[in-house]
């Protein structure tokens, strides 16, 4: 997705952290054998918190071995088994990545437009891999109601947010039924609203200076951000994480406390931190980037 969707590592305690990165590691190894080795190149932060969720509501015991790998040559590092919830997210990763890339290709930074050409070829194939057409019909849709929103120059936050919210929640409910299916719809949905709106905010400016389509800037009619509309896009991604929130609180977690405590922090801190700078006066984020150089 985006790399927005990760934890705040300082506040993770030690086994939260090693059974986090344990499962990064399990859907790496699991994504080269269900889609193709190469189809690793997409792993992301995001569909980790996509295994969490699901971990909950499929029910499913994981099981940590040790194992080397190209990024770990010389030591054996603890790596979650391959098992159903890992070979979904890798099947529905693969299909994200392959439109994801298609919409690159027509994009129009020359840079973006080269890396989709050269990746476009390898998940093609792991498309096909993945065997989910009913799913690919879901993303079809949303991304053709982005696409007609862009053509039109629309300036509905909400309208884009919806579409791309439209595509996570079918993700996320995936193969589910009753409850569960509900819940997880729901948390794909606000999951997916934010994301889009956040990743509007944070291209906001780029998008302004390369006349590229943006509904924050289609909103604003071109102009620079005030101080004021940060704290109103601020509220408004703080008002989404609430409605995420509520649809995670529905989850039956049951005995899975580390898995709980994971997501928590993901949502109370990895988040809203994604989206602090928008808590900061223009001068302030200038002195920020300056004292970080």
Known sequence: MFGYVRPYIPELLVRE????????????????????????????????FFVLVRLVT?????????????????????TVEPNETLRLAARISALFTYHKLRDDLRDRGASRRLRAALLYPIFRRARRRARLAELEGEFRRSL??????ER???????????????????????????????ICHEIGRHLGRFIYAADAADDYEDDR?????????????????????????????????????????????????TVRALISNILYLGLPERIKWLSLSKEKEADDKSGSI
């Not at 190894?29 to 569909?47: E, V």
């Not at 919806?162 to 993700?171: I, R």
């Open 17 to 48: 952290e090693r059974y986090y990165r344990a499962l990064y590691c399990g859907l790496c190894k699991t994504m080269k054998k269900t889609t193709g080795r190469l189809s690793s190149l997409s792993l992301s932060y995001d569909f980790v």
């Open 58 to 78: 499929d029910g499913e015991e994981v099981r940590i071995g040790r194992h080397r790998c190209i990024v770990h040559p010389h030591k054996r590092v603890p």
């Open 144 to 149: 053709d109601t982005l696409s007609s929103l």
């Open 152 to 182: 039109e120059g629309s300036s509905s936050v909400d309208c884009s947010a919806d579409a791309f919210g439209a595509m996570l929640a079918a993700a996320f409910s995936e193969g589910l039924s009753g409850a569960n299916q509900r």
């Open 209 to 257: 200076r390369h006349k590229n389509y943006n509904p924050y800037v289609a909103a604003n009619g071109g102009r620079e951000l005030t101080d004021a509309d940060r704290a109103a896009m601020r509220t408004a991604l703080l008002l989404e994480l609430g409605e995420l929130e509520k649809a995670v609180d529905l989850l039956p977690f049951g005995e899975m406390g």
